[in-house]
């Protein structure tokens, strides 16, 4: 529970961003150190189940941590997480790998597949990524066969506290009423 982790750490996971729940079942293999640190591991809660399978050193320094995971999501509730009400649950299978946590620092490709993602009422489905992530600048090379809009292309932009975003490709469809687009 996050009164466990509380005890060893001296405080709880959750903080105004990031709402964790409360109990949660982890099992699995962790081993090494906090420098060094390999993990397998399935954790299961009450807002969905998230699977991460990778390697990662030094996690005490946030600016020079190093990555390399198979993340997969099953049902898990981003928007009870991230505290945001556009968004829902995501089931998906993505590698991710690179260096740094902080924004400054970060430098991140990532690849794989969002079998669906709630955003807006709506579940989209069929969504491949293949992009990276560099400080702010995010680039996205992506395809998504959902029912109601088809389309391929590149996003580019600036996830700052002043974002942007640029969007170039093909749009072969879209059903606007089903998306919540239109009336």
């Not at 590698?95 to 902080?102: A, C, H």
């Not at 989209?124 to 389309?151: A, E, K, M, Q, W």
Request: avoid cysteine.
């Amino acid at each position: 529970t996050q009164s466990d982790i509380a005890l060893f750490t001296g405080q709880r996971l959750s903080n105004a961003q990031i709402n964790l729940p409360e109990e949660f079942d982890a099992h699995g293999t962790v081993a090494g150190s906090i420098n060094h640190l390999s993990t397998n591991l399935t954790i299961s809660s009450s807002v969905g189940t998230a699977f991460v399978n990778g390697r990662f050193t030094n996690l005490s320094k946030p600016d020079a941590a190093t990555y390399n995971a198979l993340v997969k999501t099953n049902s898990l509730d981003l928007g009870t997480i991230l505290r945001n009400d556009q968004l829902g649950n995501v089931s998906a299978s993505v590698t991710v790998s690179g260096k740094g946590f902080t924004p400054d620092k970060m430098n991140t490709k990532f690849k794989g597949d969002i079998y669906s993602i709630k955003y807006n009422d709506y579940v989209y489905r069929n969504i491949n990524v293949d992009g990276s992530l560099r400080g702010s600048s995010l680039n996205v090379i992506t395809d998504i066969n959902d029912p109601n809009i088809d389309f391929n292309g590149t996003i580019t932009g600036n996830i700052s506290s002043n974002p942007s975003f640029r969007f170039a490709g093909m749009l072969d469809s879209i059903k606007t009423f089903p998306l919540g687009l239109t009336p």
